[in-house]
Each structure stands twice: as C-alpha cells, then as structure tokens.
C-alpha cells in the first residue's frame, strides 16, 4: 500500500506502482481532502493516529489482512502510526524521510512562507518547494502531468492549512517511542541529495530512538518521482525481505 506526501495525490504513484504489481497487489489512493477524495466529516481527524485509523479501515474493508505499507514525508507519519498502533495488519514499514514540524523554519526560508494567510503566496511557495527545493529532477516533476499539477493547486492549501498548519487541531506529528518503532520491521531512508538539514536530523533521531538504521537513496524528498525505478527495487526488497 502507497501512502501519499503533502501532496496528497496518488498520482506520483504510477509508475512504481506498475512495477510492483509484476509481483504484489499494489493499493494506493488520494488522502482524505485532496484531489479526488472528499474531506473528512472533521477536519480534527487528519491527526497520525487518526488517518493510520482510517487506512487500516480501508486495508480492512478491502479484505486484506495484511500489507506491506510505504510513505515518503507526511505519508512516513502515516506509515509509522500504522506499525504502532494497528501492528496486526502491517507486515512491515517502509519510509522516506519522514515529516517533521515545520512552524520553526527559520526567517527568510521559503518553508516559512507555508502558513502565511495569502493563499497565493502558500501555493507559490509549494510550487518552489516541491519541484525545485525537495526534488533533484524537475522535468520528471513537470512530466506528472497538467490535471496533477491542476489538483495540487488546491492540494496544498489542503496541506498547509488543513494538515499541518497553526490551525490545524488534530496530532499530525505525533511522538514516536522506542515501542512503537519495535512492534513491526521499519525500513528507514534517506536523501543522499538532499544533505544536512533539520529534516535529515530529525529522521535519524527518531530512527536512533527505535534502533532503527537510516539508509540512503541517491534522490531529494521524492523517490517516487525523481528515481521510481530505484525505488520499486528498494519496496520490493524490502517487503520480500521480511514476507520470507
């Protein structure tokens, strides 16, 4: 199962998508609020703990008993609320450079500009972030295509205002203890491009927290879109790894 990022489309999804399913059933889906998928009933039920709920009900409602699940940024979050609060339907977890807080970006970054209360000003800064600060390969970034990049302009003020926003009520970045990190095997990357930053640190404190090694892909924030033939490799043997 691909668990989307900020921006909430399953779309980056397709093509590693079709290579796994040479050797999976491969489930993905638009997060609750974005693109194609209507909002919640209350917008409080977009905390960690509240989304792995409603993906496991979605795992459940499809009669799959277990699953291997990935997700890259928010969709981390999502992943590892999974393994520690429904361990029973995780076969194991895969992630890429988890989300972190945002709101103490410093003066001047670009990622300060996410909650400003212009929406044109947070949906150009998305637009900066995500293809060109987050992401090594802008034309694979650009080849997504005019109806995603269409939905993401909506999309990420879902993300900044709904989801991880000020105003946002429910406990998106929850905390992570040793065992929650335990209850089920976690597979933790990495950008090799993306350098030392706060998010890089912030992963590899909490992955110490689990006893859990932090590896490296040769990308940014997005292996789904820069390299997602890499990264089909890396969810396949990761998951065939602990389903043997």
């Known amino acids: 199962m691909l668990i989307p990022s900020g921006e909430g489309d399953c779309g980056s999804f397709t093509r590693v998508a079709d290579d796994l399913a ?4 491969v489930l993905t889906f638009d997060m609750p609020g974005f693109s194609r998928s209507g909002p919640p009933p209350d ?3 977009v905390g960690a703990n509240a989304v792995a709920g409603q993906i496991a009900a979605l795992t459940a409602s499809l009669g799959i008993e277990r699953a291997t699940f990935y997700g890259c940024s928010s969709g981390g979050v999502f992943a590892l609320a999974l393994a520690a609060e429904h361990p029973s339907i995780v076969e194991s ?4 450079e988890v989300a972190i807080p945002l709101r103490d970006a410093p003066p001047g970054s670009p990622f300060a500009q996410l909650f400003s209360p212009d929406d044109n000003t947070v949906v150009e800064t998305c637009k900066l972030l995500f293809r060109n600060v987050m992401n090594e390969d802008q034309k694979a970034w650009d080849d997504l295509g005019a109806d995603y990049h269409r939905r993401q302009e909506k999309n990420y003020l879902t993300w900044a205002r709904r989801y991880v926003g ?5 406990d998106f970045f929850r905390e992570f203890s040793a065992q929650d990190l335990t209850r089920r095997p976690i597979t933790w990357t990495v950008g090799g491009l993306t350098g030392s930053t706060p998010l890089i640190d912030g992963n590899r404190r909490v992955a110490d927290v689990g006893g859990i090694r932090v590896e490296l892909l040769p990308c940014k924030h997005f292996p789904q879109v820069s390299i997602p ?12 790894r602990y389903l043997d």
Do not use: C, M, N, Y
């Not at 977890?93 to 890429?96: A, S, T």
């Not at 000020?166 to 429910?170: E, K, M």
């Not at 033939?229 to 065939?240: E, G, M, N, T, W």
């Open 166 to 170: 000020p105003a946002q009520t429910g």
């Open 43 to 45: 917008w409080r039920d």
């Open 229 to 240: 033939d890499q990264l089909a490799r890396h969810i396949r043997a990761s998951a065939k």
């Open 93 to 96: 977890v895969i992630v890429h």
């Open 22 to 25: 040479e050797d999976f059933s």
